[in-house]
């Protein structure tokens, strides 16, 4: 009989994946509030930072998060002057986010921000491109 039980903690693979996600998260804090932003708002700006605007379905399909959970980081991003928020002239349900100038501008503040979080993950480059490779494939399989 084999000693493998599938209700343990120890051998479930959400947990270590939940409780590293948090962890990681909550490294973040220190380093995103100079920028005066949330994680979530950060992955926001770093969609944005690479295409400039997007719809918020695209946005939300990208991030994997619902409407519900964009719409107040949306609303708050552009309180703070880093996105505009404007229907489609092509399609009127769908609300595109741009980047302003001052959202533009932010990128170069934020730079330092992968580099110091790389040095809170004790892993080889390979580790890390391995470990990448992995949850995009679970990712994938989700889907």
């Given at each position: 009989?084999?000693?493998?039980?599938?209700?343990?903690?120890?051998?479930?693979?959400?947990?270590?994946?939940?409780?590293?996600?948090?962890?990681?998260?909550?490294?973040?804090?220190?380093?995103?509030?100079?920028?005066?932003?949330?994680?979530?708002?950060?992955?926001?700006?770093?969609?944005?930072?690479?295409?400039?605007?997007?719809?918020?379905?695209?946005?939300?399909?990208?991030?994997?998060?619902?409407?519900?959970?964009?719409?107040?980081?949306?609303?708050?991003?552009?309180?703070?002057?880093?996105?505009?928020?404007?229907?489609?002239?092509?399609?009127?349900?769908?609300?595109?986010?741009?980047?302003?100038?001052?959202?533009?501008?932010?990128?170069?503040?934020?730079?330092?921000?992968?580099?110091?979080?790389?040095?809170?993950?004790r892993l080889t480059a390979e580790e890390a491109m391995?470990?990448?490779?992995?949850?995009?494939?679970?990712?994938?399989?989700?889907?």
């Open positions: 009989m084999s000693d493998y039980d599938p209700l343990l903690l120890k051998n479930q693979l959400c947990f270590p994946l939940y409780a590293c996600s948090k962890e990681i998260v909550r490294r973040y804090d220190p380093l995103l509030k100079p920028l005066d932003l949330t994680y979530t708002q950060y992955i926001v700006m770093m969609v944005l930072w690479e295409h400039d605007s997007v719809s918020v379905s695209a946005l939300g399909r990208e991030l994997w998060l619902d409407s519900g959970t964009l719409t107040p980081v949306l609303k708050k991003l552009e309180s703070k002057g880093y996105v505009s928020r404007d229907r489609s002239p092509d399609d009127e349900r769908s609300v595109i986010i741009s980047l302003t100038a001052e959202g533009r501008a932010l990128r170069e503040k934020a730079k330092t921000v992968p580099e110091a979080m790389g040095s809170c993950v391995q470990l990448h490779y992995l949850l995009y494939k679970v990712l994938a399989g989700i889907s």
